[in-house]
């Protein structure tokens, strides 16, 4: 598993409010990924990281943001969370001489009542 | 367009069948392919990976297949168990930038 961990696992919060999920990993590894996976779609990417401070952003981004001011914590905001960021979030790093192989961590359950 | 298409949706099988999962894609330059296992409620894991110079490889009962001229790939799943139940997802690298390309899955029953 890359010693990827996220927190936390589940949440519900309602609709106006910030939520902020953690992804840390163990290895040091340069990139880091956010993705949310919702039925019928693939997994989506929201935000990447290929450094400390170093951010980018993913196909569907509007209404998060992100910070990496460690090399092993990957933090993602919602800054507001709306029912349509119910989702299942994935954090991701890659690995490799091109970086072309992820590993995934465990999920996050996020509901927005 | 870069896509991943996997066919079909989702599938049912005796446990001890075989069965071949397809992964078509339309991303340039291709990279690599990836076949993940996703089990209900867990993260996608690795099954195999590919580069353009491979046309098959295996990691167990799994086999999967790449042909780079016509953009396929399949994931043949030999003598089913009934553990072998989760979503198989295709993922396409281009070899611009850091670029993840995810098809929607291949939803696995087995069924005893």
């Known amino acids: 598993d890359a010693g990827i961990t996220q927190s936390p696992r589940h949440k519900v919060t309602e609709t106006g409010t910030p939520v902020t999920l953690r992804c840390h990993q163990t290895?040091?590894?340069?990139?880091m990924y956010w993705y949310r996976q919702d039925p019928g779609h693939g997994l989506r990417l929201i935000h990447y990281?290929?450094?400390?401070?170093?951010?980018d952003k993913g196909e569907v981004s509007d209404g998060y943001s992100v910070s990496r001011s460690k090399t092993e914590d990957f933090l993602l905001t919602l800054e507001s969370a709306t029912s349509s960021q119910t989702s299942v979030y994935f954090c991701?790093?890659?690995?490799?001489?091109?970086?072309?192989?992820?590993?995934f961590g465990p999920g996050t359950r996020l509901t927005v009542t | 367009k870069n896509q991943v298409e996997q066919s079909p949706q989702s599938l049912i099988i005796l446990e001890g069948k075989n069965c071949t999962l397809q992964?078509?894609?339309?991303?340039?330059?291709?990279?690599?392919l990836r076949w993940y296992k996703q089990d209900t409620g867990r993260g996608p894991v690795s099954l195999t990976i590919?580069?353009?110079?491979?046309n098959t490889k295996s990691n167990g009962r799994y086999t999967a297949t790449l042909d780079a001229d016509t953009k396929q790939s399949s994931l043949h799943i030999t003598a089913s168990q009934l553990s072998d139940s989760a979503s198989y997802i295709c993922?396409?690298?281009?070899?611009?930038?850091?670029?993840?390309?995810f098809g929607t899955g291949t939803s696995l029953t087995v069924i005893p």
């Open positions: 590919m580069t353009f110079s491979e």
């Open positions: 290895e040091n590894h340069r990139y």
């Open positions: 992964c078509n894609y339309t991303v340039s330059p291709f990279s690599n």
């Open positions: 993922v396409v690298s281009a070899r611009t930038g850091n670029q993840f390309y």
């Open positions: 990281s290929y450094g400390v401070k170093d951010t």
């Open positions: 991701a790093i890659s690995v490799g001489p091109e970086a072309y192989e992820q590993y």
